[in-house]
């Protein structure tokens, strides 16, 4: 499909949560034993990976706040079975920022998106705040198609990362307003409170329509037509609200991408991870990590037909600092810790599957991960 095309069909779905757990409920919880048993473990298939060399998409997932230890209970609790582990190779990526040791996702995400360390909570510009390139813009300019789709607000930092440029993730209102200009052409993801009825008196929904862009509000609506949905106004809503949502909106968005003959590039983000890590919350934070490894399955089993698309799952930084100190893996029972209610500093996993996958092992900078991408596209 013509760049011109797809952008009339951007789509942007916006939904709510509208969870606040204030810090006090989760120092409570901090450092005790907390027990979770998944009641009805999913299914999961042993996939055969495509055999092919050429890469024509690339998929980037991002579990905002997870680790091994978050993969590993998960693991665990769905009686050690997970979509994930049909990754052919890992990695352990490092991601201490530009003037700090342990990153936030302003500045973690913008290493993913661009190859370039930043500091702390800056959103796709350098130290100096100039404006960087995402592998979303490069891709546009080389005749790929791009996207993103995520479970939080769209000023949350990872979707800004891709699609904006600020020197602080807090200036929501003017990270929002860069997506009118970004040239993505699918966003699915959450905040429309300030598309309308801001302060500066813009409606960006209008202004976006004006640039060719399709405005839906609804997921009904975006499941009809090629899309920018927006619904709700703050992040999508608890993980056994939305049901498999992510999966939807990632497999509209490979639909809608794919029509491009040069290919795309996407990334998708399990974004409330990093919400219930902050708040020491198990029980979320297994039933959000559970939806992502179930929409890694769904966008595996697409790549694993398609034989071209280049699937790599990674993280910005870990959030909780996780443990896994006791469990059982027939009853699917985990019995957890939390040491914080912010960030830590350990290394992050990469996995990879299909063709280019190889490149993805060993130890490495987070901003490699961008530079492989963009070599192996040859954005």
């Keep these: 499909m013509k760049r011109t095309t797809l952008s009339i069909i951007t789509s942007l779905a916006i939904l709510l949560s509208g969870m606040i757990v204030p810090e006090a409920a989760a120092q409570s919880r ?103 390139e995402s592998l979303a813009t490069l891709a546009n300019k080389k005749g790929l198609s791009s996207g993103i789709a995520v479970t939080c607000r769209l000023w949350d930092a990872t979707p800004a990362d891709f699609c904006c440029h600020n020197t602080d993730r807090d200036a929501e209102a003017e990270i929002v307003a860069d997506y009118v200009n970004c040239g993505v052409d699918y966003v699915f993801g959450g905040g429309s409170k300030l598309f309308e009825n801001r302060a500066d008196g813009r409606d960006l929904f209008k202004e976006l329509r004006e640039k060719g862009y399709q405005t839906p509000r609804s997921w009904e609506e975006l499941a009809k037509i090629q899309v920018f949905c927006v619904t709700d106004t703050v992040d999508t809503p608890l993980p056994a609200e939305r049901g498999d949502l992510l999966a939807r909106a990632s497999m509209k968005a490979i639909d809608l991408l794919g029509q491009n003959p040069e290919g795309f590039f996407l990334m998708v983000e399990g974004s409330q991870l990093d919400d219930y890590g902050h708040f020491n919350d198990i029980d979320l934070l297994m039933q959000e990590t559970h939806d992502f490894d179930r929409t890694i399955g769904r966008i595996f089993e697409w790549a694993a037909q398609d034989g071209e698309t280049l699937v790599v799952v990674t993280a910005d930084h870990e959030t909780g600092g996780l443990t896994l100190v006791d469990g059982d893996l027939d009853e699917g029972r985990i019995v957890c810790k939390f040491s914080t209610g912010s960030h830590s500093g350990v290394m992050v996993p990469v996995y990879a599957f299909g063709p280019g996958a190889e490149n993805f092992t060993g130890i490495f900078e987070n901003t490699d991960i961008f530079w492989k991408i963009k070599k192996l596209l040859n954005l």
């Design 30 to 132: 901090r450092d005790k034993e907390q027990t979770y048993v998944l009641e009805k473990p999913y299914e999961v298939k042993k996939l055969v990976p495509p055999t092919g060399k050429k890469i024509k998409n690339v998929i980037l997932m991002i579990g905002d706040g997870m680790s091994l230890m978050h993969m590993y209970s998960a693991w665990t609790a769905n009686r050690g079975k997970l979509w994930l582990d049909n990754s052919q190779y890992t990695g352990l990526s490092k991601t201490y920022c530009a003037n700090r040791l342990i990153t936030d996702s302003g500045a973690g995400g913008t290493a993913l998106a661009t190859g370039h360390k930043t500091n702390y909570h800056m959103v796709g510009v350098d130290p100096a705040g100039k404006p960087l």
